[in-house]
T-cell receptor, first 110, second 112 residues
Framework: RKEVEQDPGPFNVPEGATVAFNCTYS??????FFWYRQDCRKEPKLLMS???SGNEDGRFTAQLNRASQYISLLIRDSKLSDSATYLC???????????FGTGTRLKVLA | EPEVTQTPSHQVTQMGQEVILRCVPI?????FYWYRQILGQKVEFLVS????????KSEIFDDQFSVERPDGSNFTLKIRSTKLEDSAMYFC??????????FGQGTRLTVV
């Protein structure tokens, strides 16, 4: 099983739609979780950290389910500018390295 | 806003040549990383560096690779004898504590 697994997509959604991505991780003792955004040929940029209680930042909501070992990202009222690849990132316990998923590609259509 | 800076943005080198990729992490950060991303593939961990030594490295980071923090501000990745398969985007990152990592804009390495 891959350390961090994501559906590569692409998810093609109309403007204004709500879209959700899931990510599963294999190490049950993982300690930190993040969603990053990557535009084509650019560096990953932090979208949000994911906390155990779930957290929201504007149109973006992240949830963590430790029992099922997955994290989710919900984007409400999608904008054209949300088109990007969304990277799930996990720090396993006992390590300092950030493990990336393959990313989920989102295309928001006008 | 502080940022991680990398130079050069693009490097073309001949197979077998040595390359040095340079990074200036954010000044108060303590942990430094190199990652690479082959075109169309995921971001892969190469090495982490803390307290002036390597803390972890991946299988990719073999004897051809080395890292250095020569002067307290720069953080370099050296590839001794480049191969075609080393062609990729190389990202430097830094962080402080168990927080998010901040990535530089990357160096695109092309080995010909």
């Amino acid at each position: 099983r891959k350390e961090v697994e994501q559906d590569p997509g692409p998810f093609n959604v109309p403007e204004g739609a709500t879209v959700a991505f899931n990510c599963t991780y294999s190490n049950s003792a993982s300690q930190s979780f993040f969603w990053y955004r990557q535009d084509c040929r650019k560096e990953p940029k932090l979208l949000m950290s994911v906390y155990s209680s779930g957290n929201e930042d504007g149109r973006f909501t992240a949830q963590l389910n430790r029992a099922s070992q997955y994290i989710s990202l919900l984007i409400r009222d999608s904008k054209l500018s949300d088109s990007a690849t969304y990277l799930c990132v996990v720090i396993p316990t006992g390590t300092y390295k950030y493990i990336f998923g393959t990313g989920t590609r989102l295309k928001v259509l006008a | 806003e502080p940022e991680v800076t990398q130079t050069p943005s693009h490097q073309v080198t001949q197979m077998g040549q040595e390359v040095i990729l340079r990074c200036v992490p954010i000044s108060n950060h303590l942990y430094f990383y190199w990652y690479r991303q082959i075109l169309g593939q995921k971001v892969e961990f190469l090495v982490s560096f803390y307290n002036n030594e390597i803390s972890e490295k991946s299988e990719i980071f073999d004897d051809q690779f080395s890292v250095e923090r020569p002067d307290g501000s720069n953080f370099t990745l050296k590839i001794r004898s480049t191969k075609l398969e080393d062609s990729a985007m190389y990202f430097c990152a830094s962080r402080t504590g168990f927080t998010e990592a901040f990535f530089g804009q990357g160096t695109r390495l092309t080995v010909v």
